[in-house]
């Protein structure tokens, strides 16, 4: 079966198509088959997997779910494929709120995971990622604003679950993690504590590396793989396939 996963934030820039990006190569390194999909207008996910324009990508999969399979293209990666973004994309080109989970149900068979990066918003095309969706992958930055940014997110699933249907877990994770910071380390106790949100038990190390990695379009382990950010990622995919096998942990440090 394959587990889709939206990666969304109302914020921008706390690392989501990065995220995207390097989970979905870490998914491929540990040998499972991925698809991703570019469900941002601004289409940041697509040059980390293919070069040059694609000829069909998200709005097509979306003005004819049935064939949407047409859409899907070999990546610069063996086992990961790719629904590529197009910058042309608007809310309205979800027409219906199925449409995006009928598109990716013509596609999904054979591959394990299916990864969705997503613009800060939570309109018609985020919501019917998360209605497709058996989880939805929330980065934070752990900041004064991150605590509201929960609140709404949470919010915003709430009533996408009652406007779209679908039932996707929520899961969250810190990113651009230092771990000398004790402001970090005092917004991460008190979200875990009082808040109770579903984080994770990995954190994402803020790292130059990633903007090493962003300039030549790589995932962070095929640019430095030996750097600890890149096993970051590998550890928050193994969570992951923990989680799709049903274990439970225990929060650690930051
Ligand atoms: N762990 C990290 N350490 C340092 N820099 C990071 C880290 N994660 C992401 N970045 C950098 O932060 C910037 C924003 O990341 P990214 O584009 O992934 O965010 P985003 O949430 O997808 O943004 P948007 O909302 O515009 O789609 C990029 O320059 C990226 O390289
Ligand atoms: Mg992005």
Known sequence: MCKTITVGNLKGGVGKTTTAVNLAYSFAHLGRRVLVVDADPQSNLTPFFR???NKRGIRDALSSPEGAMRCVRRSRYGGIDIISGDTRLREDDVRRPGDLGVALGKCRDGYDFCIIDTRP???KITASAV???DMLLTPVCLDRFCRDNLALVEERLDESRDAWGGCPEWRVFGTKVSGRSPSQRRTYEDLLGRHDYPFLETCIRRSCAFEGALGLYKPVLRHRSGSPA???????AMEILGCAH????THGEI
């Open 131 to 133: 209605a497709a969706s």
């Open 230 to 236: 890149a096993g970051d990622y590998i550890d928050l």
């Open 51 to 53: 070069k040059g324009r």
């Open 246 to 249: 049903g274990e439970e942990g």
């Open 121 to 123: 918003a939570f309109e």
